[in-house]
């Protein structure tokens, strides 16, 4: 009796450690979230003129608040696709003698691909993304009074990320990741942005009750 009562009670525990197991596991369907973190235009030094023979040294002050807005599909565990829309931290530009209102916003859109690999069934996961984004630029302002003319740059670069994700339930997922698009011109050099995420999966209906 003693002996049966054991195996039972070992059974019930491998039972829910399983249900726990799958339920902490997130599997095909569509999802959506959105990160916030540390954004940077990597901004390069400049010589601007500002009147006949008069050149003024601006130094990018480009590190800031950054966010991600984004939507994927899960085909498996393993791979995903993914687009998104970032917003840089606007950089700013300290000269040595007037304080000036020069600005340059940046935006992006990608698409990425996205492979991911599961830590055993710690809920953890591994994951990198490769794809492609059409980066924006404009630069407005002042220097030392004098207006600038605006400025704009478009382009479609290489886009790439790493990262850690953990499942904190079958819909919810939080991640920690580094996204850097390789694009470069006068003003920035290789944004990136360095984030806390959150997204919500949208479960299957039939796998959501019976988690498959």
Known sequence: MIFNNGIKKVSLIA????????AHAVDQGGYFGLMVGQSNLNGQNQTIAIAPGVNVMVKPQ???????????????????????FTYYSSMTYQTTIISNNLKTRA?????LGKGILPLADSGFGLFAKLG???????TTGKVEGVAQPTTTATGFRPAAGLGVSYDISQNWVADLSY???????????????????ISYHLLDPVCGQFLC
């Open 179 to 197: 996204t850097t698009v390789r694009y470069s011109n006068s003003v920035v050099k290789n944004p990136s942005l360095i984030a806390l995420g």
């Open 107 to 111: 935006g992006s859109f990608d698409l």
């Open 62 to 84: 480009g590190t800031g608040v950054g966010t991600r807005l984004f939507a994927g599909y899960n085909f498996n565990p393993y791979a995903a696709i993914e687009g998104g």
């Open 15 to 22: 039972t829910l450690a399983g249900v726990m197991s799958a």
């Open 132 to 138: 492609f984004a059409y980066m924006y630029t404009k």
